[in-house]
């Protein structure tokens, strides 16, 4: 069993790390050279934050120990070579999602797993009916789905984010064409926020919020079982689609043998409540949303991209923040 860890400040007050300069380099370097030719500065840049970062190397480790001894798998137990393969994993990422951006990474090279019928419905409301909710996480690649829902469907997303702390890696994103996508500063669901989410369902906008964030202030969150162990997931998804009365949908981009593939499913057909069960209702969600997230964990152990400890209440955050 992994080790517990100490408290550190909440993810989202963590400043970004790293030089813009360095990361515009290998940005560029990206965009004209190929993965192999820049493949030994990547592995320096991951080498350094993997020296340099014991916290995240702890918190990567208590993550592969709990998810092999949920699962039952012993070859998933945390190793260096594992912990480091995480961090490589993550480089890769960031790569893709300039790519994807720069237009290198079309359509038909991902695999689109929709037994629902989610992007049908998608498509359709730009057209009639309503909006809907997708709950996304940080497994794998969310920008993949960003991009080809933005420059491949054209569709209305909206981003609802928390992080104020991304500037630098955003500034290369806007240079490559995120600019188009609908990024909006969620801090707290307001009466006002709440009315402007309205109105863009009304229209037929989708929503896209993460399910495995937990905002700034930790008393709007719920905790659940994930992997065995009590951690604490975001209410606010879920709150949101209460109130706002429109379908719950999930998504995930993993990739697999080197090929992306999207997951939609849908999640919740009607959020609602009866007068006075709305804590109740929104743990039973939460708690299915964590069970399929630890399902998912399992088909791309090393794209878990929650470098902090995520099994941490957020009171003890709370408190060493004090």
């Not at 630098?168 to 490559?176: D, T």
């Not at 309205?198 to 719920?222: F, K, M, T």
Request: charge should be positive.
């Amino acid at each position: 069993m992994a080790e517990p860890l100490p408290p550190q400040r909440h993810w989202a007050t963590q400043k970004e790390r790293g030089s813009f300069i360095l990361m515009k380099f290998t940005a560029m370097a990206a965009r004209r050279l190929s993965r192999r030719a820049i493949s030994p500065l990547l592995h320096v840049i991951v080498l350094y934050f993997f020296i340099f970062s014991g916290r995240t190397r702890r918190a990567v480790r208590q993550y592969q120990a709990r998810l092999a001894a949920w699962s039952g798998r012993p070859a998933l137990r945390p190793r260096l070579r594992s912990v480091f393969g995480q961090y490589m994993a993550f480089a890769d990422c960031l790569l893709d999602r300039l790519d994807v951006w720069n237009g290198k990474l079309r359509l038909e090279h991902v695999e689109l797993r929709d037994p629902d019928g989610v992007r049908t419905q998608l498509l359709a409301s730009q057209h009639s009916g309503r909006g809907q909710i997708l709950v996304c996480t940080h497994l794998g690649n969310l920008d993949v789905c960003r991009a080809m829902a933005e420059l491949g469907e054209q569709v209305p997303l909206n981003v609802l984010v928390h992080n104020r702390h991304v500037s630098r890696f955003n500034r290369l994103l806007g240079e490559a064409g995120e600019q188009r996508m609908r990024l909006i500063q969620v801090s707290e669901l307001d009466t006002a926020l709440m009315m402007d989410l309205s109105q863009r369902i009304d229209r037929g906008e989708w929503l896209a919020i993460a399910g495995d964030r937990v905002p700034l202030h930790g008393e709007r969150c719920v905790s659940v079982d994930f992997m065995g162990h009590i951690a604490p997931f975001p209410q606010g998804p879920w709150l949101m689609a209460g109130l706002l009365r429109c379908p719950v949908n999930l998504i995930c981009c993993l990739k697999v043998d080197g090929r992306y593939r999207i997951h939609l499913e849908r999640f919740i057909d009607a959020p609602t409540w009866a007068r006075g069960q709305r804590d109740e209702a929104i743990r039973g969600w939460v708690q299915g949303y964590a069970e399929r997230l630890a399902q998912r964990c399992l088909e791309a152990p090393q794209q878990w991209f929650n470098f902090y400890p995520y099994w941490q209440t957020p009171n003890a955050e709370t408190e060493h923040a004090r």
